[in-house]
């Protein structure tokens, strides 16, 4: 009897919810229509010229700062003398100067990814609806306020506390919540940190494109890899606690796993698709990585092949030679000319023949073990629903049944075993890499010109449709939005009570490290956290606490250097510049009396391993400056 009364209650709260949901949903959703990419301007009377796919500004913020924003030239005006007005506005990040050329002390601070804004109200409220998985509404205006950051390169342990009042909340308090009151709140929660992961993805891909592309370098290598690193980290449980002199080799290994992912990708998908009698096209980015592909058929094969056995595996689509669309195909197609060899030539080639070529999918090499399908130009609904089906199977053990992966034995095993198979086959189920392959492809369609305008167009229009999260906005709005936020930012920028005012207090906060020890920095960390946040330790902003600050900076540069000359050389007269070495060893010998222990550590290395007596001696007087234990040892 009580378990049918149990039964009872379940059901009714379940038909509530999903009634109370579907009126919230009726009530504040407005549907979004889908737009594709705006065509390019005649070109009749233009003068094509070489003109590279970024620009940079820099802008210098009073107080010893300065913004630089990287552009991007939209592609459909790229090879057109336009003039700068029409290039978007796609990343801005500040670096702290002290007002001096010394690169030594800057510090890269904050990262803005312009298309990146603060959702409106039906947004959100959209994004509290479970089970809703599309966009309902488009970001109006975003006013006229800064826009968010994404990320505080020197201070990434602000995340940390986000998620552990999170934590907290959701242990102590929304367990006692009834189910329409927890499934909104988780649901908001993902909708949320997918939302920000979104942005976090589109600057690594925009720094990772600029850093290759030939031009202007405001950035250094080290800081761009930095920036990448940093950026790679924000999803990471510890990856706040990293430390600076480990972020190059974090990027090396990303970078490394990435392009093994894609080469293997590359020619798994290449050779499916040439065994089924199907067409494989790279589509390369501007910095020349191929991050994604195209699979083509032919109206002429489709005719020969009628009926013939398909093999879809790592395709996933269905079998093109009995599909009655294809047969009288009404959609986008391409003429193109092959010679005997089946290689694409030019159209007055002897002996080419003319073939009409159809495109059947799109997919992201990035994706673990296999290529992730993005889009299906036959079945709009394919990648959609392998996108939100993972997602759906975590909102409803989570957020209505509220069944924790730990709540018991047979729930954890079962989802072991789940999560182990989908990982060793590489099924494309993986939301947080199929979310990275749209961020990128986007990015591709605004800055590649070689497209053709009308299958880019359709291909925007697809990633559109297969938006599952209500808070993104379509390309077309990003870039409006995108301009207005550089303006605001530029505008905040120089008011003297903006970003002038958030950078001295930020600097106030920095000596904190210089006047306390950690002890004392520990106990302030607490006041902020128990404030929640409202609570900020900071020091008067003296010329003195300046020239501090100014040599501890340095000293974090040269101790950085030092431990990955230490890491990384096996004799620092064979491949290390020694000058910089030399200049570094200096400067601790001088200045490096707060130095930290792994410092020391660098220097006994160096003493080792060089058979210079001159690195040898400086390595000795560092360690003679440096006040700790270790060093006299």
């Given at each position: 009897?009580?378990?049918?009364?149990?039964?009872?209650?379940?059901s009714?709260?379940?038909?509530t919810?999903?009634?109370?949901?579907?009126?919230?949903?009726?009530?504040f959703?407005?549907?979004?229509?889908?737009?594709?990419?705006?065509?390019?301007r005649?070109?009749?009377?233009?003068?094509?010229?070489?003109?590279?796919?970024?620009?940079?500004?820099k802008?210098?913020?009073?107080?010893?700062?300065?913004?630089?924003?990287?552009?991007a030239?939209?592609?459909?005006?790229?090879?057109l003398?336009?003039?700068?007005?029409?290039?978007?506005?796609?990343?801005?990040?500040?670096?702290?100067?002290?007002?001096?050329?010394?690169?030594?002390n800057?510090?890269?601070?904050?990262?803005?990814?312009?298309?990146?804004?603060?959702?409106?109200?039906?947004?959100?409220?959209?994004?509290?609806?479970?089970?809703?998985?599309?966009?309902?509404?488009?970001?109006?205006?975003?006013?006229?306020?800064?826009?968010?950051?994404?990320?505080?390169?020197h201070?990434?342990?602000?995340?940390?506390?986000?998620?552990v009042?999170?934590?907290?909340?959701?242990?102590?308090?929304?367990?006692?919540?009834?189910?329409?009151?927890?499934?909104?709140?988780?649901?908001?929660?993902?909708?949320?940190?997918?939302?920000?992961?979104?942005?976090?993805?589109g600057?690594?891909a925009?720094?990772?494109?600029?850093?290759?592309?030939?031009?202007e370098?405001?950035?250094?290598?080290s800081?761009?890899?930095?920036?990448?690193?940093?950026?790679?980290?924000?999803?990471?449980?510890?990856?706040?606690?990293?430390?600076?002199?480990?972020?190059?080799?974090?990027?090396?290994r990303?970078?490394?796993?990435?392009?093994?992912?894609?080469?293997?990708?590359?020619?798994l998908?290449?050779?499916?698709?040439?065994?089924?009698?199907?067409?494989?096209?790279?589509?390369?980015?501007?910095?020349?990585?191929?991050?994604?592909?195209?699979?083509?058929?032919?109206?002429?094969?489709?005719?020969?092949?009628?009926?013939?056995?398909?093999?879809g595996r790592?395709l996933?689509i269905?079998?093109?030679?009995?599909?009655?669309?294809?047969?009288?195909?009404?959609?986008?197609?391409?003429?193109?000319?092959?010679?005997a060899?089946?290689?694409r030539?030019?159209?007055?080639?002897p002996?080419?023949?003319?073939?009409t070529?159809?495109?059947?999918?799109?997919?992201?090499?990035?994706?673990?073990?296999?290529?992730?399908?993005?889009?299906d130009?036959?079945?709009?609904?394919?990648?959609?629903?392998?996108?939100?089906?993972?997602?759906?199977?975590?909102?409803?053990?989570?957020?209505v049944?509220?069944?924790?992966?730990?709540?018991?034995?047979?729930?954890?095993?079962?989802?072991?075993?789940?999560?182990?198979?989908?990982?060793?086959?590489?099924?494309?189920?993986?939301?947080?890499?199929?979310?990275?392959?749209?961020?990128?492809l986007?990015?591709?369609?605004s800055?590649?010109?070689s497209?053709?305008?009308?299958?880019?167009?359709?291909?925007?229009?697809?990633?559109?449709?297969?938006?599952?999260?209500?808070?993104?906005?379509?390309?077309?709005?990003?870039?409006?939005?995108?301009?207005?936020?550089y303006?605001?930012?530029?505008?905040?920028?120089?008011?003297?009570?903006?970003?002038?005012?958030?950078?001295e207090?930020?600097?106030?906060?920095?000596?904190?490290?210089?006047?306390h020890?950690?002890?004392?920095?520990?106990l302030?960390?607490?006041?902020?956290?128990v404030?929640?946040?409202?609570?900020?330790?900071?020091?008067?902003g003296?010329?003195?606490?300046?020239?501090?600050?100014?040599?501890?900076?340095?000293?974090?540069?040269?101790?950085?250097?030092?431990?990955?000359?230490?890491?990384?050389?096996?004799?620092?007269?064979?491949?290390?510049?020694?000058?910089?070495?030399?200049?570094?060893?200096?400067?601790?010998?001088?200045?490096?009396?707060?130095?930290?222990?792994?410092?020391?550590?660098a220097?006994?290395?160096?003493?080792t391993?060089?058979?210079?007596?001159?690195?040898?001696?400086?390595?000795?007087a560092g360690?003679?400056?440096?006040?700790?234990?270790?060093?006299?040892?």
């Open positions: 009897m009580t378990l049918v009364s149990h039964t009872t209650t379940v009714r709260r379940m038909i919810f999903f009634v109370f949901y579907a009126v919230m949903l009726a009530f959703a407005t549907p979004a229509v889908a737009q594709s990419l705006p065509e390019p005649p070109t009749v009377g233009a003068t094509k010229v070489d003109v590279p796919p970024f620009r940079i500004e802008t210098l913020v009073s107080g010893g700062a300065e913004i630089v924003t990287i552009f030239r939209p592609a459909a005006d790229k090879n003398t336009n003039g700068p007005d029409d290039d978007m506005p796609v990343i801005s990040i500040m670096r702290d100067t002290l007002a001096d050329d010394r690169p030594e800057d510090r890269l601070r904050y990262v803005w990814m312009l298309t990146h804004t603060r959702t409106s109200l039906a947004q959100k409220v959209s994004a509290m609806v479970p089970f809703l998985y599309t966009r309902t509404s488009n970001k109006g205006e975003v006013g006229t306020g800064p826009p968010p950051s994404i990320l505080d390169i201070s990434p342990n602000r995340v940390v506390w986000n998620k009042f999170w934590i907290l909340f959701k242990k102590l308090l929304l367990g006692e919540f009834a189910i329409p009151v927890r499934a909104s709140t988780l649901q908001y929660r993902q909708n949320a940190a997918d939302y920000r992961r979104t942005a976090v993805v600057a690594m925009m720094l990772s494109m600029y850093q290759e592309v030939e031009g370098k405001l950035f250094t290598d800081e761009l890899k930095d920036m990448q690193a940093r950026l790679s980290l924000t999803d990471k449980t510890f990856g706040w606690h990293m430390s600076s002199e480990n972020l190059g080799r974090v990027y090396d990303d970078l490394a796993k990435t392009r093994d992912f894609r080469g293997h990708n590359w020619e998908l290449r050779q499916y698709s040439e065994q089924q009698g199907l067409y494989f096209e790279p589509l390369p980015m501007p910095d020349g990585s191929v991050r994604h592909a195209t699979v083509w058929t032919t109206a002429e094969d489709v005719a020969a092949n009628r009926g013939k056995k398909f093999d790592f996933n269905k079998n093109p030679w009995t599909d009655k669309k294809l047969t009288d195909w009404k959609g986008y197609s391409e003429e193109r000319w092959f010679d060899d089946d290689r030539v030019d159209t007055d080639t002996g080419a023949t003319k073939r070529m159809i495109p059947l999918a799109l997919f992201g090499l990035d994706h673990p073990k296999i290529p992730v399908i993005l889009v130009f036959r079945d709009s609904g394919n990648a959609k629903k392998r996108e939100i089906s993972k997602r759906i199977f975590d909102d409803l053990t989570g957020g049944l509220s069944v924790s992966k730990y709540g018991g034995i047979p729930f954890f095993l079962g989802r072991f075993i789940y999560d182990f198979i989908t990982k060793r086959r590489g099924m494309d189920l993986n939301f947080e890499s199929r979310l990275r392959s749209y961020a990128q986007k990015l591709l369609l800055l590649d010109a497209l053709d305008s009308g299958f880019r167009g359709l291909i925007a229009g697809r990633i559109e449709s297969a938006t599952v999260n209500p808070m993104q906005n379509d390309a077309e709005i990003e870039a409006r939005l995108a301009r207005t936020q303006a605001n930012l530029m505008r905040w920028a120089r008011d003297p009570d903006g970003l002038p005012k958030k950078l207090n930020d600097r106030r906060e920095e000596m904190t490290r210089i006047s020890n950690r002890a004392k920095r520990s302030f960390g607490l006041a902020s956290l404030s929640f946040g409202l609570y900020k330790h900071r020091e008067t003296t010329p003195e606490m300046m020239a501090k600050m100014d040599i501890r900076r340095q000293l974090d540069f040269h101790e950085r250097f030092l431990r990955e000359v230490a890491y990384a050389s096996a004799g620092p007269e064979v491949d290390t510049d020694t000058s910089k070495l030399k200049t570094s060893l200096a400067f601790v010998a001088e200045n490096g009396s707060a130095a930290e222990e792994k410092t020391t550590r220097l006994a290395k160096i003493f391993v060089t058979v210079s007596e001159e690195l040898q001696t400086l390595c000795l360690l003679y400056r440096i006040n700790n234990s270790a060093a006299k040892r």
